[in-house]
């Protein structure tokens, strides 16, 4: 007699209903036996696989997970909409307040936008109105004053170790009839490790926007060779040289309106714009617009490949227009025309002197000798819709369609499931090189070896709904959904 557990039970009977409602009409010399063992067969329970949940009955502080981080003492943070959780590998911490140094009182976290690790192992959290350090033994609050309903968006540690932290606020007026707009503003400030520089009259603005702009006001921070910092903004770019600030506005480049900065291999300085590109050549500016071959207006963002050729996104008002190869200033303009794709290009990877172009409608490849070409049924891709592209450490390329997985092999792809319609969410490779996808009604796949697994509130997971995945110091897989978290152990 066959034994089944409550899980494999469930998933088998619900395999048979599918089967039964897509019309499969059964031979009268049928053995309902068979389709038993086929089904176990095709859902052999991972015996070394043990799935954890965490709900808040359990003690997540939301089911609004808002940032996840894994630090470098393997500790997992999980930031939600009410408060922080920690795990440490044998204990969860959940954190909704922390005492205030000055009063003795407990301030309450409310939403967690941001979670950053420094180089001494700081942990930084931000949320509405308030910074806090914690240095693995107790919290430290850092409050600002002088600002009403701010938020620390970004922080960046340069070489010194200092850590720098855009503040930004926002202000929706769009419902307003008089106004129908929003103000944007931001700040920033700097931590030494002993106190805090404000740069209020230095780096600092506001202004309105519209419900199709990103409400982001500092859009890049980086440090150059030299050690200088440079932070792009809706209001310009700003340098500082250690000692004084130098603002850059539409009178040197472009546009004040910078999307985006870019230092490249040879340690020019490159500037997305809302009207065209500017780089920073023998500490002067050169700028790229359309009158020097981009397609496209808005120049949204810059990417460089290993040969150190700069290519740039562009869009056409809202829509977009291609990409752009730069190379020795001058610039090639790669249209839908010209790469195939009509959709919007989200991603390009770098594949052994080749280019690959990755939009939702397709895939494209810029071969060496400087052609386009799209891939199709001949070279093992009939699908048309896609969800997502990645390399992984082994330098493999995978990619998501709506119907399955694929896998490129020497320039054909090769398909690694079966056609079905799944709404894929996201897609990840652990350092063993497992594929995990986490899909919408139908719960976390997972890849190995030429095997299939899938877990879904059948077999233990505690949603279907997978939204994020992320693999911590251990190995243990996490599953982020709309009703928790589970850790999946793999022994």
């Known amino acids: 007699m066959i034994y089944l557990n409550p899980f494999s039970r469930t998933f088998i009977f619900e395999k048979f209903n599918q089967l039964f409602q897509r019309g499969i ?16 067969l095709s859902h052999q329970t991972d015996v070394n696989v043990q799935i954890t949940n965490f709900t808040k009955n359990d003690g997540l502080t939301s089911l609004i ?32 307040s922390i005492e205030d140094k000055k009063t ?38 850092f409050a600002e004053t002088e600002i009403e309903d701010y938020v620390a968006k970004d922080f960046f540690e340069d070489r010194r170790g200092w ?27 700097m931590y030494d490790g002993l106190r805090w520089f404000k740069f209020y009259e230095d780096v600092a603005g506001t202004l309105g926007i519209d419900k199709t702009e990103t409400p982001k006001y500092f859009t890049s921070i980086l440090q150059d060779q030299s050690g200088n910092i ?85 869009k056409r008002n809202i829509r977009f227009a291609g990409i752009n190869l730069i190379e020795n200033g001058k610039c090639i303009p790669f249209d839908k025309h010209k790469t195939g794709l009509k959709g919007t290009i989200e991603q390009l990877i770098w594949n052994k002197g080749e ?20 891939y199709g049924k001949n070279e093992g891709l009939p699908d048309t819709k896609f969800y997502s592209i990645l390399k992984d450490r082994w330098q493999n390329i995978w990619l998501v369609s709506d119907k399955s997985l694929y896998k490129l092999n020497n320039g054909v792809w090769e398909q690694l499931k079966e056609q079905e319609e799944w709404n894929v969410l996201t897609m990840m490779v652990d350092k063993k090189g497992t594929v995990w996808i986490g899909t919408e009604k ?50």
């Open 230 to 314: 440079w932070l792009s903004s809706l209001k310009g770019i700003y340098m500082f040289d250690g000692i004084d600030w130098v603002n850059y506005d539409e009178k040197d480049i472009v546009s004040e309106k910078v999307l985006k900065l870019l230092l490249d291999q040879e340690g020019t300085l490159w500037a997305a714009t809302e009207y065209g590109i500017s780089y920073l050549k023998d500490d002067k500016w050169v700028d790229l617009t359309r009158k020097e071959g981009l397609c496209g207006v808005n120049v949204y963002d810059l990417k460089e490949d290993p040969d150190g050729r700069i290519w740039a996104y562009t």
């Open 163 to 189: 850590i720098w932290v855009t503040l930004e606020h926002f202000k929706d007026f769009s419902n307003v009839p008089e106004i129908k707009f929003s103000l944007l503003g931001g700040a920033l400030q």
């Open 355 to 374: 280019i690959i172009a990755f939009a939702n409608d397709g895939v494209a490849v810029f071969d060496s000798l400087g052609n386009w070409k799209q």
């Open 104 to 141: 003795g009182k407990p301030e309450s976290l409310g939403r967690i936008e941001t979670i950053f690790e420094d180089s001494q192992q700081n942990i930084w959290v931000s949320v509405m109105n308030k910074i806090y350090l914690y240095n693995g033994n107790f919290w430290t609050g």
């Open 442 to 491: 139908m719960g976390l796949f997972k890849f190995q070896n030429g095997s299939w697994r899938n877990y879904s509130i059948a077999n233990g997971l505690v949603d279907r709904q997978v939204s994020e995945i992320f693999e911590d110091k251990n190995g243990n897989i996490w599953v982020i959904s709309k009703k928790g978290v589970s850790k999946i152990a793999i022994e």
């Open 25 to 40: 009409r059964w031979r009268r010399n049928f053995n309902f036996s068979s389709l038993l063992l086929v089904l176990m």
């Open 65 to 96: 997970v808002t940032c996840t981080y894994v630090d470098s003492k393997g500790i997992v943070w999980i930031g939600t909409n009410n408060g922080l959780n920690a795990y440490t590998g044998s204990k969860w911490y959940s954190i909704t």
